[in-house]
């Protein structure tokens, strides 16, 4: 079993910045990919960002040139830079891992844009 806790959540105002951790802990052997994805109020669940245990990344188009996902393979924690933020990026952001075919999630952090 993977845990993933996630943190770093909180209200900001527009084009404000905050950084998401997400650290994993249980069974974290063979974790390949790890991400972030998000939910609004009323909306599904959509991708951000994720990064390869390799450090490959792949971001929506919606955060390119903002937000840049990292990961310390050695902690097994991944994060997540927001710069520029806009309301438009208020939700619940979720940490996922994939291991040997099963994705885990985080309980999910608020991140809240005003304007």
């Known amino acids: 079993q993977v845990q993933l806790v996630e943190s770093g959540g909180g209200l900001v105002q527009a084009g404000g910045s905050l950084r998401l951790s997400c650290a994993a802990s249980g069974i974290i052997f063979d974790i390949n990919v790890m991400g972030w994805y998000r939910q609004a109020p009323g909306k599904q669940r959509e991708l951000v960002a994720t990064?390869?245990?390799?450090?490959?990344?792949n971001y929506a188009d919606s955060v390119k040139g903002r937000f840049t996902i990292s990961r310390d393979n050695s902690k097994i924690t991944t994060y997540l830079q927001m710069n520029s933020l806009k309301p438009e990026d208020t939700a619940v952001y979720y940490c996922n891992a994939l291991r040997i075919g099963f994705v885990h999630w985080g309980q999910g952090t608020q991140v809240t844009v005003s304007s």
């Open positions: 990064i390869t245990r390799g450090g490959s990344t």
